[in-house]
Nanobody, 119 residues
Framework: VQLQASGGGLVQSGRSLRLSCAASGFTLDLYAIGWFRQAPGKEREGVACISRTDGSTYYSDSVKGRFTISKDNAKNTVYLQMNSLKLEDTAVYYC?????????????WGQGTLVTVSS
C-alpha cells in the first residue's frame, strides 16, 4: 500500500489549489481515503475523507464549504480541491488510508505536500 501526495505550493489568500493523492498497491474501492494536515506547532488534523464505496464525503468544520474531496477510480487517485484558501490553511497535507470506513484515523500514510498561503 503506497500513497503519494502532490500539488502543494505557494498560493495567495483567496485563491485555489488542487492536491492529488496517487494510490498504488491497492484500489480505491478497498479503503476510505482521508486528507490530513499539520500546521507548524499544531497537531495533525483530519480535514476530509471519501468513502471506499459510494463516494460519501466528510469534512472538518474548518474546511467545509471550501474544500472538496473526490476520486477518480480509473486513475486510482484522490483529489482535494481547496478554494478560498486562508492563511490558516498553511500546513503540510497528507493523504492516508482510513480502513474500510472514514474514521478520522490514518493508517497508511503518504509523504506530505506543503501548502503555504500568503497574504
Amino acid at each position: 500500500v503506497q500513497l503519494q501526495a502532490s500539488g502543494g505550493g505557494l498560493v495567495q489568500s483567496g485563491r485555489s489549489l488542487r492536491l492529488s493523492c496517487a494510490a498504488s498497491g491497492f484500489t480505491l474501492d478497498l479503503y476510505a481515503i482521508g486528507w490530513f494536515r499539520q500546521a507548524p506547532g499544531k497537531e495533525r488534523e483530519g480535514v476530509a475523507c471519501i468513502s471506499r464505496t459510494d463516494g460519501s464525503t466528510y469534512y472538518s468544520d474548518s474546511v467545509k464549504g471550501r474544500f472538496t474531496i473526490s476520486k477518480d477510480n480509473a486513475k486510482n487517485t484522490v483529489y482535494l480541491q481547496m478554494n478560498s484558501l486562508k492563511l490558516e490553511d498553511t500546513a503540510v497535507y497528507y493523504c492516508a488510508t482510513e480502513g474500510y470506513y472514514c474514521s478520522g484515523y490514518g493508517r497508511n500514510w503518504g509523504q506530505g505536500t506543503l501548502v503555504t498561503v500568503s497574504s
